[in-house]
């Protein structure tokens, strides 16, 4: 039989499948990574005791923005570099917008902040366990979006994979701020950024091997 003819003959059995079928499990997956960070922070970490005070204050909503922002960036990063032949440029700008902007308000915070004030403003009280928290969260997470983002086929399994990372960890940094009680500009850009930016080390790692085809 010819190659053509072979090709002809397995197409015969192939079912169609949705073109945005594959983004659809990805959010999917993301709502459920979300729930398991969710977890993970009133299991394992509890939930910060001024919760119910912090929430009224724009400095918990700020934080929480950013890392959203980065999972729904990085989401869209990972749809795009999974699909062959398709442009990342937009969501890799975004990604790399808001890492800048988050970047530019920690350095403008640290410039505010009076000398004798600005070592504590970067490091808080927790600056030893918030990327490793973060990263750790990031482990309840990585399993649903990497099988979503198994149904993909990119053509750059490492670069993907980092999408597919980044988003898990964002995720999780998202969920820890219900358990971190940092709010500081700088401490957020470093070391929230740090956790996001291992998961994605992570996930590159992963994709290297995982989402191969």
Known sequence: MKTDDLIAALALDAAPVAP????????????????????????????RADLAVAVGGMTFWIKATYTALIALAGGWL?????RPGASARRPALLVLGVFAAAIL????????????????????HSWR???????????????????????FAPTSPTLAGFATGLTSGAIAA???GLYCQESTAAFVATW????VL?????????????LRW
């Not at 998961?199 to 290297?208: D, Q």
């Open 78 to 82: 990972a749809a795009r570099l999974g």
């Open 20 to 47: 945005r079928a594959p983004t659809r499990w990805l959010w999917l997956a993301a709502a459920l990574a979300a729930v398991a960070a969710l977890a993970g922070v009133v299991l394992g970490l509890g939930v």
């Open 174 to 176: 998202t969920l820890y």
């Open 192 to 195: 929230y950024t740090l956790g």
């Open 105 to 124: 308000l920690g350095l403008v915070n640290l410039a505010t902040t009076p000398a004798e004030g600005r070592l504590h403003a970067w490091l808080g």
């Open 129 to 151: 366990v918030c990327t490793l928290n973060v990263l750790g969260l990031s482990l309840l997470t990585t399993p649903f979006l990497f099988w979503a983002a198994k149904k």
């Open 198 to 210: 291992a998961a994605g080390g992570l996930g590159a790692g992963i994709g290297r091997f995982w």
